[in-house]
C-alpha cells in the first residue's frame, strides 16, 4: 500500500522539474531574442530644407471695373464684351449715358470761345490798357483748364480693359443703372501665379527667388514648379496668430490651373549638396550634446555627433560618423509587446538601453 502511494508523487515531482526547467529555459530564450533593432545605413547625398504653406491658385493682377462718375443711377448704354473674352489693353467695355458728360464739354468750348473773342477785342481797342489783356489771358487758361477737365471726365463713362486679359464676373446689360459701388465686371491676366499663407517662423527664412513645388488638390496625380517672386514685409494676425503672405510665380502656364484651385506649396529654402545624412529621428540630445546610436554586431553603442542643417525627415552630420555605419532608427522588444521608434524620441534626450551618462 506504501510502495502505490508513492509512486504517483515521485511521478509529480519529476513533471514538476521538467515543466519548471522549461519555463526558465523559454524565459532566457525569449529575454535574449526580445528586443531587435532596425537600422539604416549612413550615406551621403543632398539635403533639402523646405517649408510648406497652403492657399490657392489666382490671377497674377486682377482689377474690378466701376464707375467713377459723380452721381448715382448712371444708365449703361452699351456693353461690348462677354464673360470670358480676351481683351487688349483699352479696348471697350462698356459706354455709361454720357449726356451730362457731353454738355458739360460743350458748356466749356463755349466758355472757352467767348473768353477768346474778348481778349481779341481788348487788344483791337486803343484805350486798353496792358492789365487787361493780363487779366484776360488769365481768364482765358483758366476756361482752357477746365475744357481739359470736362474732357477728361467724359472718359470715365467709356469703361476700357486696363491691361491685356481676360473678362470675367460681367454683371451689366444695356439699360442697367449702376452706381460707384457697383462692380460693371473684372479683368484678369492670363497668366497665374499661386498665392500662399505661411506661419511667421517659417516666413522667415523664405527670400524671393526661392524654388517651390506646388501640388493642386484638384489636379493630385501632377506637380508643379515655381518660385518665390513676392512676400508680404508686413504680417496678418488672426486670433493672435501671425501669417504671412507669399506669391509663387509658376515657371509653365498650364490650362488645368483654373484660379480658386486649392493649393499646397513645399519652398526649399537651404540645400547642401554631398553631405553624410541620418534620418533626423535617430538624433538624441543630452545635456546639450547630438548622439546618434550604431550597431555593433547585435549591441547598440552611442556615437557624439556634430550636425549641421536638417530637415523633417533627414540630419547633416558633421562630424563622429562615418559612411556605412549602421544607425538605430527603432527599437522593438517583442517581450513587452511595445515598438521604440527614434522619431518619439528625435533630439530630446529620450534613449535606447546603453544611454550616455
Known sequence: MKKIIKKPIVIVAILIIIGGGYYWYSKSKAKTAAVTYKTTIAEKGTLLV????????????????????????IDVKNVYVKNDQAVKK??????????????????AQLDLESANNKYKQIKEADTSDSHDKKAQKITIEQKENLLADAKEKLQDYYIRAPFDGIVTGLSVEVGDSVSRTDILASVITKNIVAKISLNEVDAVGVKV?????????????????????????????????????????????????????????????????????????????????SYVQVLNGQTPENKNV???ISSSTQTEILNGLNVGDKVVT???????????????????????????H
Open 50 to 73: 523646405s517649408v510648406t504653406g497652403t492657399g490657392q491658385i489666382e490671377a497674377q493682377s486682377q482689377v474690378d471695373l466701376k464707375p467713377v462718375v459723380a452721381g448715382d443711377a
Open 90 to 107: 483699352n479696348d471697350m467695355i462698356a459706354l455709361l449715358d454720357t449726356e451730362d458728360a457731353q454738355k458739360a464739354v460743350r458748356n
Open 209 to 289: 527667388g526661392d524654388k517651390t513645388t506646388l501640388k493642386i488638390d484638384a489636379l493630385s496625380d501632377v506637380s508643379f514648379t515655381g518660385k518665390v517672386s513676392k512676400i508680404d514685409t508686413i504680417g496678418t494676425v488672426s486670433q493672435g496668430v501671425t501669417s504671412y503672405g507669399a506669391e509663387i510665380e509658376l515657371d509653365n502656364q498650364n490650362e488645368l490651373l483654373k484660379p480658386g484651385m486649392n493649393v499646397s506649396a513645399s519652398i526649399t529654402v537651404n540645400s547642401k549638396a554631398d553631405v553624410l545624412l541620418v534620418p533626423s529621428g535617430a538624433v538624441k540630445n543630452q545635456n546639450g550634446s
Open 306 to 308: 556634430e550636425v549641421g
Open 330 to 356: 527603432q527599437i522593438i522588444d517583442s517581450s513587452a509587446k511595445s515598438t521604440t521608434s527614434s522619431s518619439s524620441n528625435s533630439r530630446g534626450g529620450g534613449g535606447f538601453p546603453g544611454m550616455m
